[in-house]
C-alpha cells in the first residue's frame, strides 16, 4: 500500500496555528483595553457633530 503525501497541508496548518495565535493576541489586547476603559475615568468628551465644528468668532 501507498500512501499519498498531501502538499500544503503542513503549509495549512502552520497558517492555521498562526491565525489561531493572532486572534488569541488580539483577543488578549482587546480584553485589556476593555478592562483598562473600565478602571479609568468616564468619558467627558462631547459628541457629535457640534464638537466637530469650530466655534465662530
Keep these: 500500500m501507498t500512501q499519498k ?4 497541508s503542513g503549509d495549512g496548518n502552520r497558517r ?3 491565525l489561531a495565535e493572532a486572534l488569541r493576541a488580539n483577543l488578549q489586547k482587546r480584553k485589556a483595553q476593555m478592562r483598562s476603559r473600565r478602571t479609568g475615568e468616564a468619558d467627558t468628551r ?4 457640534a464638537a466637530a ?3 465662530k468668532e
Design 16 to 18: 492555521k496555528a498562526r
Design 5 to 8: 503525501k498531501e502538499h500544503g
Design 46 to 49: 462631547p459628541e457629535g457633530l
Design 53 to 55: 465644528e469650530k466655534p
